[in-house]
């Protein structure tokens, strides 16, 4: 039972322009939101959080958005660069009964191009 | 300096053979994890541990074996290994309750 969801797989996007990943979740009690990238044959590092108590976090190039009566974030890279194509996963965490265990989606993978 | 490192990083074994999967952080953190990334790309939690105590042990097989020595490390020991355990195996660390955990680099495990 996936309960956080990345429904685009892929995503190219050329240089300089603006890439939106998006997520969708399904369990009401997730109050912590995370976006990892990851590299091929690398563990996932962590890029960017919000907590369910806000609808926006920045930090320089990235930006988080949650819409929570949607059940829904996203992560704006703007401006791309060609070093930022990798996969992105979004994550979540609660204070249910999973403990301390993140939910994550499957991936987007971005490529952006020169 | 290494935050979370785990050895080996690719393991190819045979069916039914046991084999042990090491894990350790130097971040000061309390809780370790492990997840496992299978084919289709999804990272699932399989352990938890905080203090060295299991708080999460998801419907895993119980020839998954964590082992907590100390809160520095955790290690995943696997017997009987089967051809659905071929998998990326990572570990991470966190604070206490922070969401916020930090990933090992994985380790491939390729079962034939």
């Known amino acids: 039972d996936q309960q956080v969801k990345q429904n685009s797989p892929s995503l190219s996007v050329q240089e300089g322009r603006i890439s939106i990943l998006n997520c969708d979740y399904t369990?009401?009690?997730?109050?912590?939101f995370l976006w990892y990238k990851k590299y091929p044959a690398e563990g996932p590092t962590f890029l960017i959080s919000?907590?369910?108590?806000?609808d926006k976090n920045e930090d320089g190039r990235f930006t988080v958005f949650l819409n929570k009566s949607a059940k829904h974030l996203s992560l704006h890279i703007v401006p791309s660069q060609p070093g930022d194509s990798a996969v992105y996963f979004c994550?979540?965490?609660?204070?249910?009964?999973?403990?301390?265990?993140?939910?994550f989606g499957k991936g987007t993978s971005l490529l952006v191009t020169p | 300096d290494t935050a979370v490192s785990q050895t080996p990083k690719y393991l190819v074994t045979q069916m039914g053979n046991d084999k042990s999967i090491k894990c350790e952080q130097n971040l000061g953190h309390d809780t370790m994890y492990w997840y496992k990334q299978d084919s289709k790309k999804f990272l699932k939690i399989m352990f938890s541990?905080?203090?060295?105590?299991?708080?999460i042990n998801e419907t895993v097989p119980n020839r998954f074996s964590p082992k907590s020595p100390d809160k520095a490390h955790l290690n995943l020991h696997i017997n009987s290994l089967e051809l659905g355990d071929s998998a990326v195996y990572f570990c991470a660390s966190s604070q206490g309750t922070s969401a916020l955990q930090y990933f090992g680099p994985g380790t491939r495990l390729t079962v034939t």
């Open positions: 919000i907590s369910s108590i806000k």
């Open positions: 541990y905080n203090n060295k105590e299991l708080i």
């Open positions: 369990n009401s009690m997730f109050d912590y």
């Open positions: 994550a979540a965490s609660g204070n249910s009964n999973s403990g301390y265990a993140l939910n």
